[in-house]
């Protein structure tokens, strides 16, 4: 499964991160989530993601998240959150995450975004460019 991603970015829990459980807090796995959904865009896109914001290209907002938690991480543990985009639409797609430590799954999850114009107040077109390009690093082999 972790063979079909293309993408992921390390991370090392942090002593903010673990509640009275020691463990990490349930809330921070949607921050590991967007960090790596940062990542990957700076990957796919290149680090201009401000300006495809501020131009009104591309800036996607969060429409849904599912987190299924399997297993606890813990202070100091090196984690690898995997990323990947499985369905693109109009104005929208669909990610998939899967945390994990080493060879352990610990949080699986599924979000869609929605490309977003902050002063219409409403979804925008992806641009197919944009499209292109998440193609071609999703499936090089098609192209």
Request: charged fraction near 25%; aromatic fraction near 10%.
């Given at each position: 499964?972790l063979?079909?991603?293309?993408?992921?970015?390390p991370?090392?829990v942090?002593?903010?991160?673990?509640?009275?459980?020691?463990?990490?807090f349930?809330?921070?796995?949607?921050t590991?989530i967007?960090?790596?959904t940062?990542?990957y865009?700076?990957?796919?896109?290149?680090?201009?993601?401000?300006?495809?914001a501020?131009?009104?290209?591309?800036?996607?907002?969060?429409k849904?998240i599912?987190?299924?938690?399997?297993k606890?991480a813990?202070?100091d543990d090196?984690l690898?959150?995997?990323?990947?985009?499985?369905k693109?639409?109009t104005?929208s797609?669909?990610?998939?995450?899967?945390?994990t430590?080493?060879?352990?799954?610990?949080?699986?999850?599924?979000v869609?975004?929605?490309?977003?114009?902050?002063?219409s107040?409403?979804a925008i077109?992806?641009?197919d460019n944009?499209?292109?390009?998440?193609?071609?690093f999703?499936?090089?082999s098609?192209h």
């Amino acid at each position: 499964m972790l063979q079909d991603y293309r993408f992921s970015h390390p991370l090392r829990v942090r002593y903010s991160e673990i509640d009275g459980q020691k463990i990490v807090f349930n809330a921070h796995y949607s921050t590991y989530i967007d960090i790596a959904t940062t990542e990957y865009f700076r990957e796919v896109l290149g680090d201009n993601m401000l300006e495809l914001a501020e131009t009104h290209t591309l800036d996607p907002v969060l429409k849904k998240i599912t987190i299924e938690f399997i297993k606890p991480a813990k202070l100091d543990d090196f984690l690898d959150i995997y990323c990947r985009i499985i369905k693109l639409g109009t104005s929208s797609f669909q990610l998939e995450h899967t945390i994990t430590r080493g060879e352990e799954i610990l949080v699986e999850a599924e979000v869609v975004q929605v490309n977003y114009d902050t002063e219409s107040g409403k979804a925008i077109p992806i641009p197919d460019n944009i499209k292109q390009k998440i193609l071609l690093f999703e499936n090089p082999s098609s192209h």
